[in-house]
């Protein structure tokens, strides 16, 4: 009877302890991403197909994004759990119209915003750009472009609209066309028959973050832990999927965005390593999603005197480190 009871209380003890993670049921996490299924997704996919996100204790839906979606909206309304930015901008008009989001990590170091311009024309240099027509899409008009203008002389005369039609610049030798560095100059060479040059606009100092991870407040003060989880296994998936076996995470990609060809994604990743658009600068030290407050100061300082932005905007509000820096999947980077 003993023997009994004591294996009754060491039962009835151990079935008061919380379980292990292992046992514990996933959380279920929707992340909305902000266009179709594509490379610059590849991160967020790798963990879902690789297993990651389920060894941190997660279940995760990528929502995709598109022209008929607005998954920005449903992050505001709670509707899903985490939604991927494009850039710092939308954070801070989230803090400017009182939206409860904010940013916790920067899965792209450098925004993949670009100018193309013909080679041997005299647009051989990022200098010589402010001299060509410019065709230029309405959110750029207003954000990068505003910028341009104070940085380096642009001109709003030289702008025609750029419909996300390449036909015009190619046709144009004396024009330029902004674009996506994974997107726009594929389609021109796959067009054109010739290789444009590329100019990265956070190499000329536009340093805003892009590709972010956003959450609400709430989230974060509700559920801090599976916030960080959320964050690691994505940093993770981006190193596996730069770096190690990304088929299944492009399976998946052509998956949700049947138009999305092999061709496409090969070109995206090759151009995203090439540029160091997701590892390059802090992430080298800190971390895929590395995010700095010097960072942001630096990008809201120059859209605040471009006007994009109200000088007395508080900044900080748009952001939170407290899950990024950590140099988590440091060693899962190739020594060479």
Do not use: C
Not at 88 to 113: C, G, R, Y
Not at 121 to 143: C, Q, Y
């Amino acid at each position: 009877m003993k023997h009994f009871l004591a294996i009754l209380g060491t039962t009835l003890a151990l079935l008061g302890q919380p379980l292990s993670g292992a046992a514990q049921a996933a959380d279920k996490v929707t992340f909305g991403t902000n266009w179709l299924a594509e490379a610059e997704h590849g991160g967020y996919y790798q963990a879902v197909v690789d297993g990651t996100y389920a060894k941190y204790g997660l279940e995760v839906k990528i929502l995709p994004g598109g022209p008929q979606a607005n998954n920005r909206l449903l992050l505001a309304a709670g509707r899903i759990d985490f939604f991927m930015g494009a850039n710092m901008l939308q954070a801070f008009t989230a803090v400017e119209q009182n939206v409860p989001t904010l940013a916790i990590s920067a899965s792209f170091q450098k925004d993949p915003t670009i100018f193309l311009s013909h080679p041997g024309v005299g647009f051989d240099r990022f200098e010589d750009l402010p001299k060509a027509t410019a065709f230029i899409g309405k959110d750029m008009l207003v954000s990068a472009y505003q910028w341009l203008k104070l940085a380096y002389g642009f001109k709003d005369e030289k702008v025609k609209p750029y419909t996300f039609n390449s036909a015009p610049f190619i046709a144009d030798k004396n024009s330029i066309q902004q674009g996506f560095l994974t997107s726009e100059p594929f389609e021109v060479e796959r067009q054109g028959k010739f290789k444009p040059n590329v100019f990265l606009l956070a190499d000329h100092g536009y340093d805003t973050y892009s590709t972010t991870i956003e959450t609400r407040r709430e989230t974060i003060d509700k559920n801090p832990d599976m916030v960080q989880r959320f964050v690691d296994a994505s940093t993770i998936g981006w190193y596996n999927y730069l770096y190690g076996d990304n088929a299944a995470a492009n399976a998946a990609i052509k998956k949700d965005n049947p138009d999305i060809s092999d061709e496409q994604i090969a070109y995206s990743i090759a151009k995203m390593k090439e540029y160091g658009v997701v590892d390059s600068g802090d992430s080298l030290k800190l971390g895929i999603g590395a995010m700095t407050d010097e960072r942001v100061k630096s990008f809201f300082d120059k859209m605040a005197k471009a006007g994009v932005v109200k000088a007395d905007l508080d900044y900080r509000k748009s952001f939170d480190l407290r899950f990024v820096n950590k140099g988590v999947g440091l060693s899962l980077r190739p020594k060479n």
